[in-house]
Nanobody, 124 residues
Framework: VQLQASGGGLVQAGGSLRLSCTAS????????TGWFRQAPGKEREFVAAITWSGDYTYAADSVNGRFTISKDNGKNAVNLQMTSLKPEDTAVYYCAAVTTYGTSWQHAYTWEYWGQGTQVTVSS
């Protein structure tokens, strides 16, 4: 499975951005896809995840109500719509995928495949 993240950029506080993660290779083997982020000097942090079928989502408390994760079935892609962005959302955002059922989505070790990061910078 190969993952390609896109959509990062610079935005003012209160603004919106949409990230996309496109899967290729054995995309049909994916059970779930998620997003993590990592700010300078900090550990990688779970953001949100969705089953590949799109029927279950889970988001971190820090982004719940502001970020929405969704599945684009026509494109083998997962989108992360980010609204009401804050400076503390600034980080490199990574998408990840797992091919087996599991419940520990908030832990990075759960995820088998990772895409390259995309930078999100929120200015105050």
């Amino acid at each position: 499975v190969q993952l390609q993240a896109s959509g990062g950029g610079l935005v003012q506080a209160g603004g919106s951005l949409r990230l996309s993660c496109t899967a290729s290779g054995r995309a049909s083997s994916i059970y779930a896809t998620g997003w993590f982020r990592q700010a300078p000097g900090k550990e990688r942090e779970f953001v949100a995840a969705i089953t590949w079928s799109g029927d279950y989502t889970y988001a971190a408390d820090s982004v719940n109500g502001r970020f929405t994760i969704s599945k684009d079935n026509g494109k083998n892609a997962v989108n992360l719509q980010m609204t009401s962005l804050k400076p503390e959302d600034t980080a490199v955002y990574y998408c990840a995928a797992v091919t087996t059922y599991g419940t520990s989505w908030q832990h990075a070790y759960t995820w088998e495949y990772w895409g390259q990061g995309t930078q999100v910078t929120v200015s105050s």
